[in-house]
C-alpha cells in the first residue's frame, strides 16, 4: 500500500464540501478516467491529472481494493483519508479500480464491487462506497480477462455485477453491466433472474461483417470453460437484454442463450449486435423444456449471428408470442437453422445456410401459431428450406402462415430438392418471393399438399406476383382426388400435378367461409400473353366446377348471375338435385315428343327451349 501524502488537513471536515467534491469527482474521472490517472508521483503524491481535477483536497492512493480496503487497518484514520483512490482490483492497472468514500453510517452488505466491508467493528466500522457514473464494470468485481483459470472467478464477478445493477438504489444509470473488451471464461450459467432493466453490454465493438458476409470479430466474447450447460439465463425477466457481446460454447455448452421462467417468464427483453456460436445443442433456446406453459413474449433479437449447434434458434411453449428475429444470419446449423416447435413466429430480413446435412433451413410444427417469414434470403444447400410438419389426425394447425418477399436460392443437387414443404391444414400466403434452382442441375419444387382430413375448417392457399425461375417450380398435390388450376405460360398443364413457372397469380382454395362473405371484384386476368379485361374468371380443367353452400339455415344456395345490377340467370337450389327441390336431374336431354296441335304459343315456347340446348324438339305440328 502506498502511503498517502502528508497534509495538514487531510480529514474533509465540511460534509457539504465533500459530498460536492465526490459528485464532481465522480462525474469527471469516472471508472474509464481512472485508468489514465492512477499512476501517482514517486513521491506518493497523487499525479498532475489528478491534482487538477480535485485541487487541494486531500485523497489517499491504495493499489489494490480486494486487498487494501478489506483489512482491519482499512478505515480513514489508518488510511489518512475519507476518499482513497485505488488503482485496481486485484492488482493495480487490473481495470478494477474507482474511486470510494467513506459512509460510517451505512450497513449495506458487501456486494464485491460497490460497496467494500472491511472487517473492523465497533467506533470505526462502515463502509467503503464507490464513486461511479454509467455502467457497472465487472472488473470491479474482479473479472479477470483472457484467462481459462479465472472463469471461477469471472462467474462470480458478472453474477455480483448483475445483482449490484438491479438493487434499486444501485445508483446513477443502475441496469448496465459493462463486459469490456477482450475475451472473458466462464464456466456456470450466468443468470438473470427476477430482474427488471438490466442490460449486459459491450463497450461498443457490435462486430463488423467482412467480405465473406460473415462477422469478422466481436470484441467482447463470453468463452465456455465448462461442461455441459446454458451460458447465459433470463428467467422470469423483464426489459433486460445484451448487446455487443460474443458468446462462444466451445462446442461443449449446450445452450447459448436461454429465455425462459416457470411463472413469470422473460418479456419484452432485448438482443442487440449479438453472436452465438460452437453450441452443443441450441444456440437461442425460448421456453424450452419447462413443464408449465406461460408466455415469453416480446421479446426482440436484432442484429445477431449463429454459427453450429444442433439448432440455432429453437422455441417451444404454446404461448410464446411475439418474439421477432430481424436482420440476422444463421449458419452451419446440424439440423435446422431455425425450429418452431410451438408459438408464435416473426423472422425477418435473415440469412440463411445451414450445413449440408442439415434437415431443414426452417422448421414449423404443427403446435406452432401464427408465423411471419418476411424478406428472408436463403442459400440452401439442404434437402428443404421451410420444412412444415405434416398434418395428422387430431393435430390441426390452422393459423395462417405468410411468406412476403422471401428469396430462396436452391442450391442442392441431390434429391431431395424442395423449397417449401407444407402439408398442413393451415391458411399459406405466399407474396411476391423469389424461388430459383440452378439452370440445368436441379429443379427445386414448393411442395403444396393440405391433407383432407376431414375437419369443415379448412385451409387456404394463395400466391401473388411470385417468381420462379431456373429449374424451380410449385406442385399442387391431390386433395380427394381434385387438383387445383395450375398454369405455365397462361396455358394449364395437364395431367396435373405440373410446374407453375415465371411470375403468375394462383388463388388455390379450400376454405369454408363462417358467418363472412367472399368478395372477388376487379381484377385483372393475365393469360400469359396479354393482359385481358377487368373481371372474374373461375376455370376447371378437370371438367367440373363446383359451387358449394353448407349454410343449411337459408333453406338453400341461390346461384344468381347479374349485369351492371340487372338478373340476368339464377338458380335456387333448396334440397334436391334439380331446380326448385326437384328430385331428379335427367342424366341427358330430354325430347318432347307428341302434338302441339297447332298451339302456336307452344310451338314457340319448345323451339326457344331447343335453341337453349335444354331439350330436344321432337314434336309434331
Request: with cysteine.
Amino acid at each position: 500500500m502506498t502511503k498517502p501524502h502528508d497534509d495538514s488537513e487531510s480529514l474533509l471536515s465540511n460534509l457539504a464540501h465533500r459530498r460536492g467534491f465526490l459528485e464532481a469527482l465522480g462525474a469527471a474521472v469516472g471508472a474509464s478516467a481512472l485508468a489514465g490517472c492512477s499512476a501517482s508521483a514517486s513521491d506518493g503524491r497523487p499525479s498532475s491529472a489528478v491534482e487538477a481535477l480535485v485541487g487541494a483536497t486531500p485523497v489517499s492512493w491504495i493499489d489494490a481494493v480486494n486487498v487494501d480496503l478489506r483489512t482491519a487497518t482499512a478505515y480513514p484514520a489508518a488510511l489518512g483519508s475519507t476518499v482513497v483512490i485505488a488503482r485496481g482490483y486485484a492488482a493495480a492497472n487490473d481495470g478494477g479500480g474507482g474511486v470510494f468514500s467513506w459512509d460510517p453510517t451505512s450497513a449495506t452488505g458487501d456486494d464485491g464491487g460497490t460497496i467494500i466491508v472491511p472487517p473492523i467493528s465497533g467506533a470505526q466500522a462502515g463502509r467503503w462506497v464507490r464513486i461511479w457514473s454509467d455502467a457497472l464494470d465487472i472488473r470491479w468485481f474482479g473479472a479477470v480477462a483472457g484467462s481459462a483459470t479465472a472463469a471461477t472467478a469471472n462467474d462470480a464477478a458478472l453474477q455480483k455485477a448483475i445483482a449490484a445493477a438491479a438493487r434499486a438504489n444501485a445508483g446513477v444509470n443502475a441496469g448496465r453491466v459493462l463486459v469490456p473488451q477482450g475475451q472473458w471464461y466462464i464456466s456456470a450459467t450466468i443468470a438473470l433472474t427476477q430482474i427488471d432493466s438490466v442490460l449486459l453490454t459491450s463497450a461498443g465493438g457490435a462486430g463488423t461483417w467482412g467480405v465473406s458476409g460473415a462477422y469478422g470479430h466481436q470484441s467482447t466474447k463470453l468463452l465456455w470453460a465448462g461442461g455441459a450447460g446454458t451460458m447465459v439465463s433470463f428467467s422470469q425477466t423483464f426489459r433486460c437484454g445484451m448487446q455487443g457481446i460474443l458468446l462462444d460454447g466451445g462446442g461443449a455448452a449446450t445452450v447459448g442463450l436461454s429465455l425462459d421462467g416457470p411463472s413469470n417468464p422473460a418479456k419484452g427483453c432485448l438482443f442487440e449486435d449479438l453472436a452465438v456460436i460452437n453450441l452443443a445443442s441450441s444456440g437461442v433456446a425460448i421456453h424450452v423444456g419447462s413443464p408449465s406453459n406461460p408466455d415469453v413474449a416480446f421479446n426482440t433479437f436484432r442484429r445477431f449471428y449463429i454459427s453450429g449447434g444442433a439448432v440455432g434458434v429453437l422455441q417451444e411453449g404454446n404461448q410464446s408470442a411475439m418474439n421477432v428475429f430481424e436482420d440476422g444470419v444463421v449458419v452451419g446449423a446440424g439440423q435446422y437453422g431455425m425450429q418452431f416447435a410451438a408459438g408464435e413466429i416473426t423472422v425477418s430480413r435473415c440469412l440463411f445456410a445451414v450445413g449440408a446435412t442439415a434437415t431443414a433451413d426452417v422448421f414449423v410444427s404443427r403446435r406452432a401459431l401464427w408465423a411471419r417469414f418476411l424478406a428472408n434470403y436463403h442459400e440452401t444447400v439442404c434437402p428443404t428450406t421451410y420444412l412444415f410438419e405434416p398434418t395428422s389426425a387430431g393435430n390441426l394447425r390452422p393459423q395462417a402462415t405468410l411468406f412476403l418477399s422471401v428469396r430462396v436460392l436452391h442450391q442442392r443437387i441431390a434429391s431431395p430438392q424442395r423449397i417449401i414443404d407444407f402439408q398442413q391444414d393451415g391458411h399459406l400466403s405466399l407474396v411476391a418471393c423469389q424461388f430459383e434452382g440452378i439452370a440445368g442441375q436441379n429443379q427445386p419444387d414448393v411442395y403444396l399438399a393440405p391433407p383432407d382430413m376431414g375437419y369443415t375448417d379448412l385451409g387456404l392457399i394463395q400466391e401473388i406476383g411470385c417468381r420462379y425461375s431456373n429449374g424451380a417450380h410449385a406442385v399442387v398435390a391431390p386433395i380427394n382426388g381434385a387438383y387445383s388450376s395450375l398454369y405455365s405460360n397462361g396455358a394449364p398443364v395437364l395431367p396435373p400435378p405440373g410446374p407453375i413457372v415465371g411470375e403468375h397469380v394462383t388463388a388455390y382454395t379450400r376454405h369454408t367461409v363462417h358467418n363472412g362473405a367472399v368478395q372477388v371484384q376487379d381484377n385483372s386476368w393475365f393469360d400469359g400473353t396479354n393482359h385481358l379485361t377487368k373481371g372474374v374468371r373461375l376455370t376447371s380443367y378437370l371438367g367440373q366446377l363446383f359451387v358449394d353452400s353448407m349454410d343449411t339455415r337459408t333453406g338453400g344456395l341461390l346461384f344468381l348471375v347479374r349485369n351492371n345490377g340487372t338478373a340476368g340467370f339464377s338458380v335456387n337450389y333448396s334440397g334436391g338435385p334439380g331446380f326448385y327441390g326437384t328430385t331428379v336431374i335427367p342424366a341427358s336431354k330430354p325430347t318432347v315428343t307428341g302434338s302441339r296441335g297447332g298451339n302456336a304459343a307452344l310451338a314457340d315456347l319448345l323451339t326457344k327451349l331447343a335453341s337453349f340446348g335444354l331439350i330436344t324438339d321432337g314434336t309434331t305440328p
